[in-house]
Structures are given as C-alpha cells and as structure tokens.
C-alpha cells in the first residue's frame, strides 16, 4: 500500500457532496415538485390525511418485507422516540442484557439502567470497532441491542445467534440497517428506524414495528412506572389498533409523510429491498477498494463481515497522526473535514463526537457511486493538505 502524498486539487468533483449520516441525501432526482400530492393544510385525522399515513405504512411492509401479523406504526421524536417508546412500554416484565458497542447501544443502556432502574439488568459491551458475543447471551432475557452501529460503522452480520424460540423479546434499534440491510423479523419482536437514514426522509418521525409476540407482552404486562401519552400503546389492556393503522398519536407532518412516501415508490422503482442493499453495497466497495489501496486510513470496524454498509467509519492510521493525543487527533480531522467542506466536495464527514478521531461517511443508497469515486481523491488531497500544514 502507498500513501498518496501529492496535494494537486482533484479535477472531478461529486455532484452531490451530502454524505451526512443523517439527515441524508435525498434520493437521485428527488425535487420539491415531487411532494405536490401532500395533503397540507388538512387533519391528519381526516381521510385523505389517514389514507397518506396508512400508505406509508402498507408501502414499508411491502418494501421491507414485514410479515403480515407485524403491527407498523408512525410514532413521534424519530428512531429515539420509538425506542424509547419500546422501552418503557415492554421491558420489566423479566431480566432484560442490554448489548453496545458504540454511543446509541450505551445511550440506550443508560435509560434502562439510570432511568428505568432495572435491578436484573445485564449489560453486555465491546470497544468500538468491535462486535459483542452475540451468541454469548441468555435470550430468556429481554435483549436490548442496535443492529448497526451508527457511530461505529459495526453492524451484525446476520441474526444466526439469535434463536426462533427465544422465551424473552429481542428489541432491535435497527436505524441506519433498515432498508440496506436484511433484518430477519422472524428474530426480532420490536424494530425501530427513523425516515432520514437509508431513505433520505425528513427527521422527527419514527416507525415502529412490532411482533405478535412483542403485542402479547403489551397487553399482558403493565409497567411499573408511569407512562407519558406519546408513550402509551395501549388502552385498557388492549393494543391501540389505530397507530398501527394511521391515527398516529400526535400531529405528523404530512408533507414528511408525503416526502417518505415518495421514497418508498423510488425504492420499489429499484426492486424494493434487494436494489436498495445493491446500491448500498456498490457504494460501500467503492469506498472498500480504497482503503485498501490507502495506507493512512483503515475501518474502524476490525473485522470484514461486521463493517457496515451504510455508516462507514474510518480511523487515521498514519504513524505521525496516530502518534497524536485525541485531542490533537479530532483537531487534524476538523483541519481536513473543513477543507472538504469549504472546498464543498464534502459536508458531514467528521466521525460522532462520541466516538475516535476519525470520519463517517454515508454510503447509503441515495448516495451515487460515482460521487464517492469522486471523493476518494479528494479525501486524499485533504490529508496531504492537513498533514503539510
């Protein structure tokens, strides 16, 4: 491998330089024109607002793949209301292990044992950049757990450690998977994502996604806490049929809605899941080849079949650059994401704040190859930029 040391200004820039982790690019052609149908301006509680929602809702079954007997519902406050939601509505019940390995799976670990005071809690962790033992886990519990680290750019791999006849309920946060990856539903009794990862959608809105076993416990199970409204699925001990169904429990944005769903067709213009993960997985090898013809940077995730293909995090593995304290590390990673973004071949690139010195791009299937072809050469530049400084 060789470290590209030349500092020329790359001649071929990406047409589009949004490669935030969220919110994400749109999709390829997406204009404001597209949202035109919206019913603005109208109750979402009326019918051509109810019929918008359940749209949305009968369109992500069909493009993920949600067996029929999964409850789906549009929820407030984005991927953390709905696991939130989760949360304090199911777990208590029995033991629950809480697993993480980046900043979202420990946040989630914090409510659980800081906020809901879960004495029978076991928490289960690795560094970032690594994988916990998912096999290592007792699923009589309630298991807590991200499908793709966001922060981390380490996801699972597949469900295989995850068995059929699990006695206890497995909550999955799966934004940043959900439509790139294949979640295996029959593994999983809660999944969460919000609008603006894979698909590009607008935040504040989050889908939640429930198995018949996971609506069981509701009913069945009252929590020893009290629960706020936005909270509550059920109503004297029975589901709330409507938010799975389109009366969602406060006011969505309908023009939100109207922009996923514009989302949802574009995905099934491509073959619904099975392009998105094609064009997910393109974007990802593009970015694969150069690392490894690249000698300064390397995956945060250690090992191949757990890098994500939608979050991809890279540490600075330069000697000199290496040799830093973290704080003069984050310090050379804003020098080079500043240029990038000033240059405007590069915006939101900087690795979460909670996580090492590095960068995170987002190679999600709104992105196009091409722009990220585009951009490795400019990544390089930035570095040479940075270190010659």
């Given at each position: 491998m060789t470290t590209r040391t030349t500092e020329a200004t790359p001649q071929v820039r990406p047409l589009n330089p949004r490669f935030s982790s969220g919110p994400c690019a749109k999709r390829p052609g997406w204009e404001l024109s597209s949202l035109k149908n919206a019913a603005l301006g109208r109750s979402h509680r009326a019918a051509p607002g109810k019929a918008k929602l359940k749209e949305a809702i009968d369109k992500t079954r069909t493009v993920l793949g949600v067996p029929d007997d999964y409850r789906i519902g549009i929820v407030p406050a984005s991927d953390t209301g709905a696991f939130e939601m989760a949360m304090w509505s199911l777990l208590g019940a029995r033991p629950s292990t809480m697993v993480a390995w980046e900043s979202f799976g420990a946040g989630w670990v914090s409510d659980v044992v800081k906020q809901l005071k879960l004495e029978d809690s076991t928490v289960l962790s690795a560094d970032y950049g690594h994988l916990p033992d998912m096999s290592a886990i007792d699923y009589d519990s309630d298991v807590v757990f991200t499908w793709n680290g966001t922060t981390s750019g380490v996801r699972m791999p597949n469900g295989d450690a995850?068995?059929?006849?699990?006695?206890?309920?497995?909550?999955?946060?799966?934004?940043?998977?959900?439509?790139?990856?294949?979640?295996?539903?029959?593994?999983?009794?809660?999944?969460?994502?919000?609008?603006?990862?894979?698909?590009?959608?607008?935040?504040?809105?989050?889908?939640?996604?429930?198995?018949?076993?996971?609506?069981?416990?509701?009913?069945?199970?009252?929590?020893?806490?009290?629960?706020?409204?936005?909270?509550?699925?059920?109503?004297?001990?029975?589901?709330?049929?409507?938010?799975?169904?389109?009366?969602?429990?406060?006011?969505?944005?309908?023009?939100?809605?109207?922009?996923?769903?514009?989302?949802?067709?574009?995905?099934?213009?491509?073959?619904?899941?099975?392009?998105?993960?094609?064009?997910?997985?393109?974007?990802?090898?593009?970015?694969?080849?150069?690392?490894?013809?690249?000698?300064?940077?390397?995956?945060?995730?250690?090992v191949p079949e757990t890098r994500s293909n939608t979050s991809v995090c890279l540490k600075l593995v330069d000697p000199d650059v290496a040799a830093m304290d973290s704080n003069a590390q984050s310090a050379f990673v804003k020098q080079m994401t500043s240029?990038?973004?000033?240059?405007?071949?590069?915006?939101?690139?900087?690795?979460?704040?909670?996580?090492?010195?590095?960068?995170?791009?987002?190679?999600?299937?709104?992105?196009e190859a091409s722009d990220l072809e585009a951009l490795t050469a400019w990544l390089d530049w930035a570095f040479a930029t940075a270190k010659s400084a």
């Open positions: 995850i068995p059929v006849d699990r006695a206890g309920l497995t909550l999955c946060d799966a934004t940043s998977a959900a439509f790139a990856q294949d979640l295996p539903f029959e593994k999983l009794d809660v999944v969460t994502f919000s609008w603006q990862k894979v698909l590009g959608g607008e935040a504040a809105h989050g889908i939640l996604i429930l198995s018949p076993r996971a609506v069981e416990r509701l009913e069945t199970y009252t929590p020893a806490w009290p629960l706020p409204k936005i909270f509550r699925l059920t109503k004297g001990g029975k589901l709330i049929e409507g938010i799975f169904t389109g009366a969602t429990i406060n006011t969505p944005s309908m023009l939100c809605v109207e922009d996923y769903i514009d989302a949802l067709d574009w995905a099934s213009s491509l073959g619904g899941l099975s392009g998105l993960m094609d064009r997910a997985n393109r974007n990802f090898a593009v970015l694969d080849a150069w690392v490894a013809g690249t000698s300064w940077v390397d995956f945060l995730a250690e240029l990038l973004d000033d240059a405007g071949v590069a915006y939101d690139i900087g690795g979460y704040r909670d996580a090492p010195p590095g960068l995170r791009i987002w190679t999600g299937a709104t992105i």
